[in-house]
């Protein structure tokens, strides 16, 4: 079993969590009020209530309709800019060392009237305003590492922005998306965008449709992922991968249904960015025990552990580990190679990864024998001592 003290400090690398699914329903309710917004409830206890799902609810597109509740907020470039700078703070907050946040322009832009580069900028400069706090205590007792890394010389994260085309937005729509994201790349936004995602049921429209976007994008220098393979079949990522040829896969759980599939995916060395308690809640899987993450594992597929929706779930990617420790009996070791894969598999630029490389997943070998010798009960201290 895996500590929670330990989990927690653990340096983690995330691929995907969405913005619009990372706002903290406290602060719904704040900018609420600020922005004089109705969200329908008389008090916070009850819209609390109504804006988390903890457990499953009738499946995807309802857990979807859940996320509208506080997505309502998102109504200007300050509020979108605030919940930005939130998401970086709490991934800090669960030692999140390297982080990329996406988010659905054509969602934002309907809830907020702004343009395409006015959104990309406020969510650039929230995160960038996270980026900077180095020394601030972000979570209880979880500063110290961050305080840690700036003593150091070291951001206490590194984060890349991907911006999310939704298969139901129509063509015009993700269109200008792209335009907008390939401006941006020469106006050097304070915390840069290095991928595109698409998003969405996947029964709703087939991957070419995006294709020619995906490749325009991909000669720009941007990284591709989607979300495939989830709720629908192994057909469906055989199409994705064919027709959009992404560096990542968002989920992709479906892929052991097809054991040429699995090896193509092994064969392309795509990375399936993988969130297990939000497969169970949007019922992809029956279970958390009945996940196929140990079966991807043992399959030799890279794979990495995201939070998804945390702010939906009311969870955190430390939750997470915690859950995949104790269901699954992951080690310190695993979730080292779990993060080392899916920090392979960023889309930050090769130097960044090696920095975050080399300051938080070099442990030395005197320090990783005392580890081993001295057991799981003083591991916590010395994974501590291993981020030097
Ligand atoms: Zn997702």
Same mark, same amino acid.
């Given at each position: ?19 619009? /699914? ?42 979807? /309709? ?16 605030? &919940? ?38 406020? &969510? ?34 590194? &984060? /890349? ?34 991928? &595109? ?131 699954? /009996? ?59």
């Amino acid at each position: 079993m895996v500590r929670r003290v330990i989990v927690g400090d653990m340096p983690k690398i995330e691929l995907h969590r969405h913005l619009e /699914g990372g706002i903290r329903p406290a602060t719904a309710w704040k900018l609420a009020q600020t922005q004089n917004i109705d969200l329908g409830f008389a008090d916070y206890l009850s819209f609390e209530t109504a804006a988390l799902v903890r457990e499953p609810i009738g499946g995807l597109d309802k857990v979807i /309709g859940a996320m509208a509740l506080t997505r309502k907020i998102l109504a200007s470039a300050a509020a979108i800019e605030e &919940v930005a700078y939130e998401c970086v703070q709490d991934a800090k907050a669960d030692a999140v060392k390297l982080f990329e946040l996406r988010f659905a322009p054509a969602l934002l832009a309907k809830v907020s009237g702004l343009d395409y580069p006015e959104i990309l900028e406020a &969510v650039s400069r929230g995160a960038a305003r996270a980026c900077a706090e180095n020394t601030g205590k972000v979570g209880e007792g979880k500063g110290a590492r961050n305080a840690e890394s700036a003593a150091k010389g070291l951001p206490a994260i590194e &984060v /890349g922005l991907i911006c999310s085309l939704r298969r139901t937005s129509p063509q015009p729509v993700n269109a200008a998306i792209v335009k907008a994201m390939l401006e941006a790349k020469s106006r050097n936004l304070p915390v840069p965008l290095v991928g &595109v995602d698409l998003s969405d049921n996947e029964w709703t429209a087939d991957p070419e449709t995006f294709a020619g976007l995906f490749d325009s994008l991909r000669e720009a220098g941007f990284g591709t992922t989607a979300h495939s393979g989830l709720n629908t079949s192994a057909e469906h990522l055989w199409r994705t991968i064919k027709l959009l040829k992404p560096r990542r896969i968002g989920h992709g759980i479906l892929a052991l249904r097809d054991p040429a599939l699995v090896d193509e995916i092994r064969r392309r060395d795509i990375h399936l960015e993988v969130s297990v308690l939000s497969n169970w809640i949007t019922e992809a899987v029956p279970s958390i025990q009945g996940h196929p993450l140990p079966r991807l594992l043992q399959a030799g597929l890279s794979v990495g552990i995201n939070s998804d929706d945390p702010g939906l779930f009311g969870s955190g990617l430390s939750g997470e580990y915690e859950l995949l420790g104790r269901v699954f /009996g992951l080690s310190g070791e695993d979730f080292t190679a779990i993060n080392l894969n899916a920090l392979g598999s960023s889309f930050l630029p090769k130097e960044t990864r090696d920095k975050v490389r080399k300051a938080y997943f070099t442990v030395p070998e005197a320090e990783d024998r005392r580890e081993k010798a001295q057991g799981p009960g003083k591991a916590g201290a010395l994974n501590q001592g291993s981020a030097e």
